[in-house]
């Protein structure tokens, strides 16, 4: 009978309504006067936007895989406020370390590394208006797993629930946007080539959370 009621209880999870409840882990990377400082800094010079409040307008959900294959590696390298001296080919951009506001680790666990609301720098482009989503692992060795899938669509439902979320991109998906008015980069030749989290990932996740009328990246 528990045995039952488990599986029953995953299907309603995975093709149900909504669901508002979630277990989500606070595991706060620094968020300090001078991560602040640089995140505006960031949202001025790339993005062309004048604020005091580092924070975001969410209307998109970036999904993306870490590549770094265990939650202490990622967890060390979102940590700091800047950006650690090897990473030339985007320390030209700003000095602001690559981050985002979760985390999801191999067997499924949740982790909130910032505010929701908490500016990142995980897209270019989008930073200002998007949920930034990190899975642990993504390569060969180290797949993205089914506890990680699950985890990703019930976050994502919670993210559409909760906020007024427009769309869903993997963020291979980004460069879609660059002639749209939510593109605010302010570098034309700004690029990185992305795979990440993979075609066959994102097309499993928006199977389960098309309920939510979140929208794929526009098309030309």
């Known amino acids: ?12 999870f995975l ?5 508002a409840q979630i277990e ?3 595991k706060p990377i620094v968020w300090n006067e001078k991560r602040k400082q640089l995140s505006l800094e960031y949202l001025s010079e790339r993005h062309g936007i004048e604020t005091d409040k580092p924070e975001i307008d969410p209307k998109i959900i970036v999904v993306h895989h870490t590549v770094i294959p265990t939650l202490e590696g990622t967890m060390r390298a979102f940590m700091e406020p800047e ?8 320390k030209g951009a ?19 590394l910032l505010p929701e609301t908490a500016f990142a720098r995980h897209v270019i482009g989008l930073n200002y208006c998007a949920f930034g989503i990190e899975n642990v692992g993504g390569t060969k060795e180290v797949p993205l797993t089914k506890a990680q899938l699950i985890s990703n669509i019930a976050l994502i439902k919670y993210l559409a629930e909760k906020y007024e979320v427009e769309y869903l991109i ?29 075609k066959k990932f994102m ?12 929208k794929a990246a526009p098309t030309k």
């Open 94 to 112: 700003s000095s602001l370390n690559v981050s985002s506001q979760f985390v999801i680790d191999q067997d499924g666990t949740i982790y909130r």
């Open 203 to 214: 097309k499993k996740i928006r199977k389960k959370v098309k309920a939510t009328g979140l």
């Open 15 to 19: 093709v149900g309504p909504l669901q």
């Open 1 to 12: 009978m528990k045995k039952l009621l488990t599986v029953l209880w995953f299907y309603l």
């Open 170 to 198: 993997g963020h291979y998906e980004y460069t879609a946007f660059t002639e749209t008015p939510l593109w605010k980069e302010t570098d034309d030749n700004y690029r990185t080539n992305k795979n990440d989290p993979s």
């Open 83 to 90: 950006l650690p001296g090897f990473r030339d080919a985007i």
């Open 24 to 26: 989500i882990i606070d």
